[in-house]
C-alpha cells in the first residue's frame, strides 16, 4: 500500500514579510506554516540572529515540530540558510555545498525523515539554487547524483529559481516524478504569482497534487507562497503492495 504524505517548500525571505523591508517577524511564517498542515515543510532563507531569541527555534517549538538547520552564509543580522521541518523524527543529516561561484553561496540540506542513519524513512532534499542558469544546471547535476536521490523514496523541494525553461528544469522534470496533470503553479510574487519558482519533486514516491497556499496570511508573511504537494511513496522493494 502507498502511504500517502503531505510536504511543503517556502522561502520565508528571512521573515521580513512581503517587501523584505519589514522588521523580522517569524510568528507570520508560523501562522502560514500551521495552516499548511505539512508532514514536512523545507524552508529557504531562513535568518538565525547572532543575538538575542532563536525565531527557528521559536517556531518548531510552539508548531511541535523537529527540526534541522544549515548554514549556507552569513547575513549582516545573522546565518542565512535552509531548514527541514517536520512531524516525524529527523535522522542522517548532512550538507552539500553547491555554491560553484564566488558570488551566490547555495547549499542543500539532506536528511531522512520518519526512519533512522540507516534508513527505512523518506529522504528529503531541501535546496535553494542559483540566479545563473549555467551554475543551476550544475547544481542539478550534483543534487541528482546525491546517494538519497539515488535510492529509496525521495524528495526534492526548494526555490529552484527556474524563472525561465532551462537545461536544469528540463533535467529535473525529465528525470524526478513530477505532477504531470497540471503545469507548475506560480508561487512568487506572493500578491500576484506569475512565476513558479518553487517546486516539489520526488523519487520512488508519485507526486498525487500539488497547489500554491495562497491565503491572506500567506500573501503577507513572505514574497514566496508555500507550495503544497500530496505524494504517495511506493513500497520499498521486498515490502508488500
Known amino acids: 500500500m502507498h ?25 507570520r511564517a508560523a501562522f502560514v506554516i500551521s495552516e499548511l498542515d505539512a508532514d514536512v515543510v523545507a524552508l529557504q532563507e531562513v535568518l538565525r540572529p547572532f543575538t538575542g531569541e532563536d525565531p527557528l527555534e521559536m517556531l518548531s517549538d510552539a508548531l511541535g515540530l523537529h527540526l534541522a538547520f544549515a548554514v549556507t552564509r552569513q547575513h549582516k543580522l545573522g546565518q542565512l540558510g535552509n531548514a527541514i521541518l517536520s512531524r516525524l523524527p529527523i535522522s542522517g543529516l548532512s550538507v552539500l555545498d553547491i555554491s560553484y561561484s564566488r558570488i551566490e553561496r547555495r547549499g542543500a540540506l539532506c536528511a531522512q525523515v520518519g526512519g533512522d542513519a ?78 513558479a519558482l518553487d517546486r516539489i519533486y520526488a523519487r520512488g514516491a508519485d507526486v498525487v497534487d500539488v497547489a500554491t497556499h495562497a491565503t491572506a496570511a500567506a500573501r503577507r508573511a513572505s514574497d514566496h507562497l508555500p507550495v503544497v504537494a500530496r505524494i504517495a511513496v511506493k513500497p520499498a522493494t521486498g515490502d508488500p503492495a
Open 3 to 27: 502511504r500517502e504524505m503531505r510536504v511543503a517548500t517556502y522561502n520565508v525571505h528571512r521573515w521580513s514579510g512581503l517587501n523584505g523591508r519589514s522588521r523580522p517577524d517569524a510568528a
Open 118 to 195: 540507516e534508513g527505512g524513512g523518506l529522504s528529503v532534499i531541501a535546496t535553494h539554487l542559483s540566479l545563473v542558469d549555467r551554475t543551476r544546471h550544475r547544481q542539478v547535476q550534483s543534487l541528482l547524483e546525491h546517494p538519497q536521490l539515488a535510492t529509496g523514496a525521495a524528495v526534492l523541494l526548494g526555490d529552484m529559481n527556474a524563472w525561465r525553461r532551462c537545461k536544469a528544469s528540463r533535467e529535473l522534470d525529465s528525470t524526478l516524478e513530477q505532477h504531470h496533470n497540471r503545469a507548475w503553479p506560480a508561487s512568487f510574487p506572493a500578491l500576484r504569482p506569475v512565476l
